[in-house]
């Protein structure tokens, strides 16, 4: 049952650096998420995903790109990291009608130092 | 302006010492509430969905309920596996860009010690 798979789980860039985080999922979920956890704060949203060749930005979308050229796969890009985006990344999936009233399930992170 | 509130922060509670977590809301049309569990370096865990005021969930030791302000997170009898922190999540009736979005409250983080 692998679920929400998140590559690679730690990496360390040096600013200005640019790197590209997967999420990969194998439940057939239409909707794609990508958040980021900081200390003292709950969960943000920086962009997300309602189906395949679609994004949107969400709270906090400044700095970063996504896409989701695949169903199962939603990438999140940094073209130029800034110590600012030091966090814990998190993908999520959903399905259901648009998501609605249905838990997301969450892959265990990418843990990002920029530098 | 938050619109999920959690607390307390932290809470430490001894082995069979039983407690509630609390989670205030304020969204205009509330269309699920959710619990998940998140443990040191992993993800959140989803735990209970609440969907309408008077409902009421259970799983082991913990029971979820909901009112139409808070829910709360009923841990009886708690035991050490049962640290990790807790996260409550709400998603709102909305429309267009906030459609499905969830919500997160900053946890509660809670430790049982033996």
């Known amino acids: 049952n692998a679920g929400v798979t998140q590559t690679p789980k730690f990496r360390v860039l040096k600013t200005g650096q640019s790197m590209t985080l997967l999420c990969a999922q194998d439940?057939?979920?239409?909707?794609m998420y990508w958040y980021r956890q900081d200390p003292g704060m709950g969960l943000r949203l920086i962009h997300y995903?309602?189906?395949?060749?679609?994004?949107a930005k969400g709270e906090v979308p400044d700095g970063y790109n996504v896409s989701r050229l695949k169903k199962q796969n939603f990438l999140l890009g940094l073209e130029s990291a800034a110590p600012s985006q030091t966090s814990v990344y998190f993908c999520?999936?959903?399905?259901?009608?648009?998501?609605?009233?249905?838990?997301?399930?969450f892959g265990d992170g990418t843990r990002l130092s920029i530098l | 302006e938050d619109q999920v509130t959690q607390s307390p922060e932290a809470l430490r509670l001894q082995e069979g010492e039983s407690s509630s977590l609390n989670c205030s809301y304020t969204?205009?049309?509330?269309?699920?509430l959710f619990w998940y569990r998140q443990d040191p370096g992993k993800g959140p865990e989803f735990l209970f969905t609440?969907?309408?005021a008077g409902e009421e969930k259970e799983k082991e030791r913990l029971k979820a309920t909901l009112t139409k302000k808070e829910s709360f997170l009923h841990i009886t009898a708690p035991k050490p596996e049962d640290s990790a922190t807790y996260l409550c999540?709400?998603?709102?009736?909305?429309?267009?860009?906030?459609?499905?979005?969830?919500?997160f409250g900053r946890g509660t983080q809670l430790t049982v010690w033996p």
């Open positions: 439940m057939n979920h239409e909707y």
């Open positions: 969204v205009s049309g509330l269309r699920g």
């Open positions: 999540a709400v998603q709102a009736q909305g429309r267009g860009s906030t459609l499905g979005r969830l919500y």
């Open positions: 609440l969907y309408s």
């Open positions: 995903s309602v189906g395949e060749g679609t994004t």
């Open positions: 999520a999936s959903t399905g259901g009608d648009r998501g609605l009233g249905q838990p997301q399930h």
